[in-house]
């Protein structure tokens, strides 16, 4: 099954209110963590990293944050805009090279 | 201009074909992917690659095979033994050494009629 997961499959947000979402995984093992953006019919896009030493990463109006103890990664998005409206994936990459992905938040944008 | 290329970007498969779809790296990396995207879905991972001529099953393998004879490509086939095809697939690279982030095609849509 899978390891890794999203809180919640939908997210609505104003334009210009933070975003903020959630990420909860099992393997104890993972020492990689990546945040994609998927926009319809195209590729995930790596928007920002974080390694299982870091508790904080911050990027441009994007932050991702890491508790290891409850295993529970977010993403932040700054002011969020329409061109944020995409699907969102968290993904883990385990010491064997493998990376697993949880099933996505789609995130709309309202004007 | 580096990056992965999928081809073809739609494919239509007759039941009982075998297909294969194309995945090329000009990003000088180790390491290659195939994924499933279902609607609605997360990726699930086929096979990957971490070195020239060889290869590793991933979550959902079966009805699939890949080949790795040259390190910027690595194609897929779907074959008749995989019951329901019809999927978003993706194709992504990375440096071998864990730890870094894969880099996505623009996948390729296939349909069985």
């Known amino acids: 099954g899978e390891s890794v997961g999203l809180h919640l499959p939908t997210l609505s947000v104003q334009e210009g209110d933070n975003s903020i979402i959630n990420c909860a995984y099992s393997n104890s093992a993972s020492d990689y963590f990546i945040w994609y953006k998927q926009e319809s019919g195209k590729g995930p896009q790596f928007i920002i990293d974080i390694r299982s030493n870091m508790d904080k990463r911050q990027g441009q109006r994007v932050t991702v944050l890491l508790n290891k103890t409850v295993k529970h990664l977010s993403l932040q998005i700054a002011a969020t805009q329409p061109g944020d409206s995409a699907v969102y994936f968290c993904?883990?990459?385990?010491?064997?090279?493998?990376?697993?992905f949880g099933a996505g938040t789609t995130v709309t944008v309202r004007a | 201009d580096g990056g992965i290329t999928q081809s073809p970007k739609y494919l239509f498969r007759k039941e009982g074909q075998n297909v294969t779809l194309s995945c090329e790296q000009n990003?000088?990396?180790?390491?290659m992917y195939w994924y499933r995207q279902d609607p609605g879905q997360g990726l699930r991972l086929i096979y990957y690659s971490q070195i020239v001529n060889d290869f590793q099953k991933g979550d959902i393998a079966e009805g699939y095979s890949v080949s790795r004879e040259k390190k910027e490509s690595f194609p897929l086939t779907v074959t008749s033994a995989q019951k329901n095809p019809t999927a978003f697939y993706l194709c992504a690279s990375s440096q071998v050494q864990g730890g870094t982030e894969a880099f996505f095609g623009q996948g390729t849509r296939l349909t069985v009629v």
């Open positions: 993904a883990e990459n385990t010491s064997d090279y493998k990376l697993s």
């Open positions: 990003l000088n990396h180790d390491a």
